[in-house]
């Protein structure tokens, strides 16, 4: 089961782009990466996931390097709404979530 | 419904009581996760059932924890001789399980334990 590793916190501001690094150097074959967010007194909400290279929806951006021990969140144009803790997750769920990334957005 | 739903929003109880929370998955999901979160922490796994199999109870902390899954549908977690400890917020979570899932959370329970 692959570990991973993140920062504990990260601050920004209104409008700037929001990066998030997690360390996973244990990845397997098959591992796919997923990140969920969560806000205050609410579970987890499943942001994006990827296997390989870069995935973009309409919430953010998922950047992966070949060698797949890493990948990297990106929140473009965040707002305060975005502040809340991000979880990278890798393989399957029968995992604990580690702490999460605190953002904090300021105005 | 729509979503996950999980009842009861908020249960306070005494040390000693036993306790039961019921999580209510999306209808047609296979798998269902539990995991307790306590006050600033992460997710902790509980226990995890998929379809018709033995559930994974792995991360059960201790005996007086148990969960079933009734018709594949609706869990239930009981806490027996509840400790203040356990105070937590209890999520569950469904999927429609394999590899590369998504989980879908509910919005948890919280237990206090006086």
């Known amino acids: 089961l692959a570990k991973t590793t993140q920062p504990i916190s990260m601050d920004s501001y209104e409008g700037q782009e929001v990066n998030i690094t997690c360390s996973h150097n244990?990845?397997?074959?098959?591992?796919?990466i997923t990140w969920y967010q969560q806000f205050p007194s609410q579970g987890p909400r499943f942001i994006i996931q990827?296997?390989?290279t870069k995935v973009t929806n309409e919430v953010a951006s998922l950047f992966i390097p070949a060698d797949r021990k890493s990948s990297t969140l990106s929140l473009p144009r965040v707002s305060l709404s975005d502040t809340a803790v991000y979880y990278c997750?890798?393989?399957?769920?029968?995992?604990?979530f580690g702490a999460g990334t605190t953002v904090t957005v300021r105005a | 419904g729509a979503g996950v739903s999980q009842s009861p929003s908020n249960k306070v109880t005494e040390k000693g009581k036993d306790v039961e929370l019921r999580c209510d998955p999306i209808?047609?999901?296979?798998?269902l996760y539990w995991y307790r979160q306590s006050l600033g922490q992460g997710l902790e796994f509980l226990i995890y059932?998929?379809?018709?199999?033995?559930?994974?109870k792995s991360g059960l902390p201790s005996d007086r924890f148990s969960a079933e899954r009734t018709g594949g549908s609706v869990s239930t977690l009981t806490i027996q001789r509840t400790q203040q400890e356990d105070s937590a917020v209890y999520l569950c979570?469904?999927?429609?399980?394999?590899?590369?899932?998504?989980?879908?959370f509910g919005s948890g329970t919280q237990l206090s334990v006086l």
């Open positions: 979570a469904s999927s429609t399980g394999g590899n590369g899932e998504k989980l879908f």
């Open positions: 997750l890798v393989g399957d769920y029968k995992l604990s």
């Open positions: 209808s047609g999901h296979t798998a």
């Open positions: 990827g296997y390989k």
């Open positions: 059932f998929q379809g018709n199999s033995a559930p994974d």
């Open positions: 244990n990845i397997a074959t098959n591992d796919y």
